[in-house]
């Protein structure tokens, strides 16, 4: 699967993020390398806005080691925050605006960040949940190169941590996961590398095909790994333009479609559903100039993706990653496209197993925990030894809690997550295969599967849906199309009709919520 020299590629990385803008201003200074929804930045003109945020990070007295915590949604300030920082040795602390004020103060404490930077000021409508958060922590309005943002105060008792000696195995960014935390409760905080990163996004620039000319969509948030690395590393490693957009609608990827003549677009599948629900009963191919299309961050339904293949003419692709490598594990290829529900072959330098409960390979076809090893691979989870201990296993494997399998290819495909797991009349469920087959029904835009304590110890299937208004369906026809496709112990005891299914800013569900749901809401 090599359709390029890696050991030219891994010789090629430089040591620190900052290497990817320098290339390109002194090689294409006047090419536009952001477009923030305001103006076109060159690549020269970003190039001089992080020297500039660089020095107004020291002037705030940010240091080699400390954690810089920065709230916000997508702006070119948080791309000139994520290198300045780095070209200091700081840690960027990327955190959604969206996040509850419990959520934000639980990472700022966890990280021990030495500052705080909120992108928006009051009245700003970029993102006024941002402001808010600035207000209560009583930040500061100051000016930037981007225009106005709030810095808090300095937490003079925060400790550095130490800089590794060789660059690229410092820490550039603390990436805490989506509604997770850990054993102990606080929050999950994955240290990524200058190469995690780097390995990434060069990586997926490559597979992309990425070249100058391409003008990528930048809605998936960089407060995300997926948005961090694949889309604005990945973008600006090949020299293309990244249009930012601080969330998703249909109408606005619409409009950027039109407008900006989108080469790439990177999505999550309930962003793709909801554009289809904006489009009605219209299923003729949009006109674009795309060329790439892909879906990641959860699982893709294959229904879904026949649809969204018919409207933007081309194939929609699918992988599979997650925070702890950087994020990509697998994708599906260019020159491969696929009609199952593959997340594709393993990409070039990483290695992948599926194993038993006792580490050791299983044939092709069978299910097992899936390892993954390569330089992706995070450096740990930030102030929780035990749990990075937890999650390596012997020879540089990360156990990354999901249950996969293998065709005879080496293709993977993801069944579930292990803690997801549910025990039903002393069988397995994996909620994956359940929303597999209600988001394959036309009537339901998204669903979720959950389990809920039952009698006797054993657990019920509860499933939660968005209905797609298009189709109207009754609960009984679900029962019955479920009934069709699943064993008698795989289907919902009952199904539950929501407006909106509860999400982070990425789209990714967030299942924790659902437990308590019992009925439409």
């Not at 390109?24 to 090419?31: G, I, K, L, Q, V």
């Not at 619409?254 to 003549?261: D, I, K, S």
């Amino acid at each position: 699967m090599n359709d390029f020299d890696l050991h030219t590629l891994l010789a090629s990385l430089p040591a620190r993020l900052g290497a990817i803008v320098r290339r390109w201003s002194h090689d294409t200074p006047h090419a536009p390398a952001l477009h923030d929804g305001c103006r076109h930045w060159t690549y020269a003109q970003l190039a001089a806005a992080i020297d500039a945020t660089a020095a107004n990070l020291r002037a705030l007295d940010v240091r080699a080691g400390d954690r810089l915590m920065v709230v916000g949604e997508n702006c070119a300030a948080q791309v000139a925050l994520t290198f300045a920082a780095a070209d200091l040795d700081a840690w960027i602390v990327h955190v959604n605006g969206r996040l509850s004020a419990h959520e934000v103060d639980q990472i700022r404490d966890h990280c021990g960040a030495r500052r705080v930077i909120y992108t928006s000021a009051p009245g700003s409508s970029t993102s006024p949940e941002t402001a808010a958060h600035g207000l209560r922590h009583a930040a500061i309005v100051a000016d930037s190169p981007f225009g106005a943002w709030m810095v808090g105060a300095l937490h003079t008792g925060r400790v550095p941590e130490p800089v590794h000696a060789a660059s690229e195995y410092q820490v550039a960014a603390l990436v805490y996961t989506t509604g997770t935390t850990s054993a102990t409760g606080a929050p999950k905080g994955v240290m990524l590398s200058h190469r995690n990163l780097l390995f990434v996004a060069a990586v997926s620039s490559r597979l992309r095909g990425l070249v100058p000319s391409d003008r990528a969509y930048g809605v998936l948030p960089i407060t995300h790994v997926y948005g961090l690395t694949s889309v604005m590393l990945g973008t600006l490693y090949a020299g293309a333009c990244l249009y930012l957009c601080p969330r998703f609608t249909p109408a606005a990827l619409l409009a950027a479609l039109r407008e900006h003549a989108l080469t790439i677009v990177q999505g999550v599948p309930a962003m793709y559903a909801k554009l289809l629900e904006r489009l009605g009963s219209v299923d003729d191919s949009l006109p674009n100039h795309l060329r790439f299309a892909y879906a990641g961050g959860s699982p893709l339904a294959p229904s879904l993706k026949a649809r969204v293949e018919r409207v933007l003419g081309v194939p929609l692709h699918n992988g599979y990653g997650l925070t702890e490598t950087s994020p990509t594990v697998s994708q599906t290829r260019l020159d491969q496209p696929r009609t199952d529900t593959s997340v594709g072959h393993a990409i070039p330098g990483v290695a992948v197993r599926v194993v038993d409960a006792h580490g050791v390979p299983v044939a092709p076809g069978v299910d097992g925990q899936l390892w993954v090893r390569g330089p992706n691979v995070m450096l740990g989870y930030y102030r929780d030894a035990e749990l990075t201990a937890a999650s390596m296993r012997d020879g540089g494997w990360l156990d990354t809690g999901d249950v996969a399998r293998s065709d005879a290819d080496g293709a993977l495909f993801i069944v579930g997550r292990t803690k997801e797991l549910i025990i039903r009349a002393g069988f397995n469920v994996y909620p994956l295969e359940v929303e597999t087959v209600l988001n394959a029904h036309p009537g339901v835009t998204q669903s979720a599967v959950v389990g809920r304590p039952g009698g006797h110890g054993d657990e019920d299937v509860v499933a939660y849906i968005e209905l797609d208004a298009r189709h109207p369906v009754a609960l009984e026809d679900l029962h019955a199309w479920l009934a069709q496709h699943l064993a008698p112990y795989k289907r919902p005891a009952e199904i539950i009709v929501m407006a909106a299914l509860p999400a982070a800013a990425t789209g990714k569900i967030l299942k924790g919520r659902l437990r308590t749901c019992t009925g439409k809401e």
